[in-house]
């Protein structure tokens, strides 16, 4: 699934100082008609590039640690209708995954899409040191693209996770994966911002989300590998790219791997995923006038336009106008921040929602539900 440019060099402040005064020592030499000797010369270099060698030798050992944990996917799949005259062909996907474990199994993250329609039998995936293997179990959520695959091969190693919690935007990152069948290449960038929401993602689309955004270079084929921090630990689920070309312009995204691992949890524990369910409708348009005219400063959190009957919001006598501004102590952004904040709460939990109603902030006490007493049959 595709949807950017610019690239960053870093480059530390007494580095900085160093390479300065050696540019204004070459060129007072040679302003003067002398050329510095050539020892000299490689002796400057040296010292200057004393800074670069350790973030380099950082990097190499995070790789070291990273890759055992990568593997490279490719999924033969029935092409259906998305072929116009031949249903019967066949059309390979290939992406990428991570190695996890819980209680003592090994797992592979990886992305929905990589993986869906295709038979066990037809997905391969290939460890770091070479091994080929087919998983044992697949499961997937549509509403957030997160795939996984049960692995029974012994000897393979499995990634540590981070707390994507904690991730803050301009923290450097590491992006591994198979970009246009390039296995296990390795990309580096930063978080360039959180939260991203309303994309516009696969004929399917992809219901809840919050990405992060990296300008790690990513590409077709890096999808489902992992994005990890400096301390080797995956903070994300490389998805997709925003992009003119098809290719690579610096707009990556990435699901959270705290969001990816109460998907997976409940994928891996039960074959399914339940979503709570609050039972307000959203106004999608507030905005600032609206804002003002309910007595907040600015259109932050989200307006109550409806409350669905028999739900928490009706038994908690939630409002039409009221604006919710905090659900369980995260500050709401939007409509669409506060569906993906209900929709990751586990069912029958108790959280404080605040309100502001006719100007006046509030709070209230709400046990969300299970959202498919209320879904409509399929």
């Known amino acids: 699934m595709l949807f950017g440019r610019y690239r960053i060099a870093y480059i530390p402040d ?37 800074g670069l060698e350790q973030q380099s030798s950082l990097l190499k050992k995070l790789v070291l640690v990273v890759r055992p944990t990568v593997v490279h996917i490719e999924a033969e799949k029935k092409a259906g209708s998305n072929v116009r005259y031949d249903t019967s062909r066949t059309v390979e996907e290939a992406g990428s995954g991570v190695i996890i474990q819980r209680k003592g199994q090994n797992y592979v993250l990886t992305n929905r899409h990589v993986i869906c329609h295709a ?41 540590r996770l981070g707390d994507s919690d904690h991730i803050e935007i301009g923290d450097f990152v590491v992006a591994v994966g198979s970009p246009f069948g390039l296995s296990h290449s390795v990309t580096y960038g930063i978080i360039s911002a959180k939260g991203r929401r309303d994309l516009e993602l696969g004929a399917e689309g992809v219901r809840y989300q919050n990405f992060l955004q990296t300008d790690a270079a990513i590409n077709p084929g890096n999808s489902g590998g992992p994005l990890v921090n400096l301390r080797g630990q995956v903070v994300g689920i490389n998805t997709a790219i925003a992009s003119n070309s098809g290719g690579n312009e610096g707009i990556g995204f990435t699901i959270p791997i705290n969001m990816v691992m109460i998907i997976a949890d409940q994928l891996i524990e039960t074959g399914t995923v339940v979503r709570a369910f609050l039972g307000v409708h959203l106004d999608s348009k507030y905005a600032q006038a609206k804002a003002v005219e309910l007595g907040l400063p600015s259109a932050r959190g989200a307006r109550v336009t409806g409350v669905t009957a028999g739900s928490p919001a009706e038994q908690a006598e939630l409002q039409v106008d009221d604006v919710i501004v905090e659900f369980n102590s995260v500050s709401v952004d939007d409509d669409n921040h506060l569906v993906n904040l209900v929709s990751l709460t586990p069912v029958d939990k108790e959280v404080q929602l605040k309100i502001i109603r006719k100007g006046h902030p509030q709070s209230i006490r709400i046990k969300v539900t299970n959202r498919s007493r209320f879904d409509p049959p399929s």
């Open 119 to 159: 038979a066990l039998d037809k997905i391969k995936i290939r460890l770091a040191d070479g091994r080929e293997i087919n998983p044992t179990r697949v499961w997937s959520d549509v509403g957030t693209d997160v795939g996984v695959m049960a692995v029974a091969e012994p000897g393979i190693v499995a990634s």
């Open 14 to 50: 007494q580095l900085t100082v160093l390479l300065a005064g050696w540019l204004i020592f070459v060129c007072a030499a040679l302003a003067g008609g002398q050329e510095p000797p050539r020892d000299e010369l490689y002796g400057e270099l040296a010292e200057a590039a004393q």
